[in-house]
């Protein structure tokens, strides 16, 4: 065994004075009216959304008198008591001026407030959105609102045989509702308290007969007064469930499925054929559809079944000779919206959108567009094309779901998935994914909090193109994420495999021609990169890959060079570049070949592009840098590693061809080390053929091309377990004299034995 040792520092000593325990410790500042206030504070519509509260705030004058951050604050008590009590706030550092608060719950109500903070623990007056003699509220997922609490207004109901649904405008800032009701001959009240939620059903009534209706709502000790109704259920349906013609499938989407209670019955007896059938949108169906297998054909349309699902369907089949081609924005042919469950539908018609610009959000998929319901053993067959003839905005394109927060198991997609566009505008909120740019996923586009995928897989190609990039391109463009699996993930991927080509392209007008900002790309077989959910206090880099394998080949065509775009077998980016994170893959394998092109900056990894905690994890694939910026890194494992995240019990094998002279790093276990201190890859071995255009050896070698920095340590493998490695570094065996680039400061330690 041999152990190269590069460097061993000296550590300093810091000697702090301790505090006088008698006497205490003053901090100084507190308030000073002098320092300069932030100007105004106004509500961002564009990153706010359903669940996100986006503010931004003027501070030109405290900026320029050293205000060092800012305090942002959102509370639900109009006497804004002390920050520390308030319901959310964060500290911002100067020069931001924006903040989004994040996983907040719709129709709640905030006040909202920003000051300066400077040197020496002072801070500026308060600055109230609205003012601070009577400040603006925000509603959430509405906007700000001149709110002040009262009685339930906008009371209304609608009825079936056997059920009343209420619902009422949010009142401002109440702590909860009381909904009462009883039979209009009857003189006592059923009670229901304690409502969090300005929405109330009640089932099991006597169809036909009038009832009556209150609602009030509670702000702490306080009670409005009620809101009143009066309502008469309806009479009993003489439809029968049991369909057998596509006459008595219209009538059910015509008559029935909004009416229908919660768990009521419906199945197909037979095949239905909706030729030249135009089908009424479904608001929400509550019940159960069986299709016990049975075909939908011939239909064509541009909105799904139902706009929302709250109730079951399973065992359906979307023949081929059915056409869709989205209207709305929110699409899958079961549903737009998925609140329910939705369970072995397979879909193999073509699902086509086409637009001269999207400038808001949209999902477009061939199970459901958006979903908070479980979707399991569906299947996808049908194409799913996206075509923007200009420019966008978010998109997310999948061949399950376009945005899902509840699991997903046992899914398959079959059919390509493709989105194109011209050029991105802006990032935008997508549901509660701020700040988000498109998405294009095998199964799923965007994962949100309670998200989980398991034993599903891609077979379908999977394309994602931007084809003139630089037009209006005015500030950074950061991050595209495209999987095999799922593009923007949030939770965990189990025992899911990619099959199918990942092929993205972020190209120039002129292609080859570097782009003037950053536009990062984040590609992964299984996952492009857990970022949407990343940067809150409430959802840190919670996703992982475990026991996945991708097969599939990944080509990533880019002229993006400002910044490093990330791209993994498994995952791109796994998530922020912190010391502590919950993102890892585990137990997974890369074989498909990697291939990177273009004028980009790129870090271009079997396993991972970005850096994460990698376990027991294999490459078996051909990495290959065919063009692109010098700054670029490869390796056969991970391009990038750092923060003293662990790598264990790792292989790299394959190759890596790297075809342009690079600065940024050429490794077989990892290309580029940041400048983090951390000791790591035990248990590991490399075992791949290297071939660099970087033939002088500089910043190439068999375990590490570079350590980019010089003032921390790094040691990678022990002597009681070194790492092991054999294979070839442009022709040459693996050597003593080759493990890492020659051109590396000298303060760390590989512990190796060459095999």
Not at 314 to 328: E, L, N
Not at 421 to 433: E, G, L, Y
Not at 647 to 653: L, Q, R
Not at 661 to 683: F, P, R, S
């Amino acid at each position: 065994m041999k152990n190269i040792k590069i460097f061993a520092f000296a550590a300093c000593l810091i000697t702090l004075a301790a505090c006088n325990k008698e006497t205490g410790f003053v901090i100084p500042g507190g308030h000073d009216a002098s320092k300069p206030a932030v100007e105004s504070l106004s509500y961002d519509e564009a990153t706010s959304g359903a669940k996100a509260v986006g503010l931004s705030w003027n501070a030109d004058r405290a900026l320029a008198a050293g205000a060092t951050s800012f305090t942002i604050q959102l509370t639900n008590d109009i006497s804004f008591d002390d920050v520390k009590n308030a319901t959310k706030y964060d500290v911002v550092d100067a020069p931001a001026t924006s903040y989004i608060f994040k996983n907040l719950n719709t129709n709640d109500f905030f006040y909202a407030r920003v000051r300066a903070n400077y040197d020496g623990f002072y801070f500026s007056d308060w600055t109230y959105l609205g003012g601070a003699s009577d400040p603006l509220a925000v509603c959430v997922g509405t906007g700000t609102v001149a709110a002040k609490f009262g009685t339930p207004t906008g009371f209304k109901a609608t009825v079936t045989d056997q059920s009343i649904k209420a619902t009422w405008d949010a009142v401002a800032f109440a702590d909860s509702y009381t909904f009462e009701y009883k039979a209009a001959s009857s003189g006592e009240w059923s009670v229901v308290s304690e409502l969090k939620t300005n929405v109330y059903e009640v089932e099991g009534l006597v169809p036909q007969t009038a009832y009556d209706i209150r609602v009030k709502a509670h702000q702490g000790e306080t009670a409005s007064d009620y809101a009143t109704a009066s309502v008469t259920t309806a009479e009993p349906s003489k439809f029968n469930p049991e369909m057998s013609t596509p006459e008595a499938f219209v009538e059910f989407l015509t008559t029935e499925a909004a009416a229908a209670a919660t768990g009521a019955e419906f199945s197909l007896l037979a095949d239905i054929d909706l030729s030249g059938k135009t089908l009424p949108a479904v608001e929400n169906f509550k019940g159960n559809l069986d299709g016990k297998g049975h075909a939908i054909k011939g239909l064509t349309a541009s909105a799904p079944l139902f706009e929302t699902l709250t109730g079951v369907v399973k065992d359906i089949v979307i023949d081929k000779s059915c056409k869709f081609t989205p209207a709305g924005p929110f699409f899958g042919i079961i549903a737009a919206n998925n609140e329910g469950s939705i369970s072995k539908v397979v879909n193999k018609a073509a699902v086509t959108y086409e637009a001269d610009a999207v400038p808001e959000p949209m999902l477009i998929a061939a199970i459901a567009g958006q979903s908070k319901g479980e979707i399991s053993d569906c299947t996808n067959e049908g194409a799913i094309t996206v075509t923007v003839n200009g420019p966008t905005v978010a998109v997310g394109t999948a061949g399950i779901v376009g945005y899902q927060a509840a699991a997903i198991k046992g899914c398959t997609n079959k059919g390509a998935i493709s989105f194109t566009a011209k050029n991105i505008t802006a990032k935008v909120a997508v549901i509660d994914a701020t700040g988000a740019l498109p998405s294009t996923g095998g199964i799923v586009a965007f994962g949100a909090p309670g998200f989980t995928v398991d034993s599903c897989n891609n077979n379908g190609k999977i394309s994602h193109a931007i084809t003139n990039a630089d037009i209006d391109l005015t500030a950074n463009v950061n991050r595209n994420q495209i999987g095999g699996i799922a593009g923007s993930p949030c939770g965990n991927i189990t025992n899911s495999n990619n099959y199918g080509e990942v092929n993205v392209s972020v190209k120039n007008s002129t292609p080859g021609t570097a782009l003037p900002k950053e536009f990062i790309v984040c590609v992964g077989g299984i996952g492009g990169g857990d970022y949407q959910f990343t940067n809150t206090a409430d959802v840190f880099s919670n996703t992982s890959y475990i026991n996945c394998v991708n097969e599939g080949a990944i080509i990533v065509d880019s002229d993006a060079s400002a910044s490093n775009s990330a791209i993994g077998g498994i995952v791109g980016w796994p998530g922020q570049e912190k010391p502590v994170t919950g993102t890892s893959v585990s137990g997974c394998t890369n074989k498909g070949n990697i291939t990177g092109k273009g004028a980009m900056k790129c870090r271009l990894g079997g396993i991972e592009g970005g850096t994460g905690v990698i376990e027991n994890s294999t490459n078996e694939g051909i990495i290959t840098l065919e063009s692109g910026n010098a700054g670029s890194a490869v390796g056969s494992l991970c391009a990038f590693h750092s923060q003293g995240h662990a790598i264990t019990g790792c292989s790299a094998k394959g190759e890596v061809v790297v075809k342009v002279k690079t600065t940024g790093g050429t490794g077989g276990l990892i290309g580029n080390v940041g400048n983090v201190d951390h000791d790591t890859a035990y248990g590991c071995v490399v075992n791949c053929k290297i071939t660099a255009a970087q033939n002088d050896g500089t910043r190439t070698g068999m375990v590490v091309g570079y350590f980019n920095g010089t003032s921390k340590v790094v040691v990678l493998g022990s002597p009681s377990d070194p790492i092991k490695v054999s294979g070839s570094l442009n022709g040459n065996p693996a050597s003593a004299d080759n493990i890492f680039g020659t051109d590396n400061n000298s303060n760390h330690t590989i512990n190796f034995t060459i095999l």
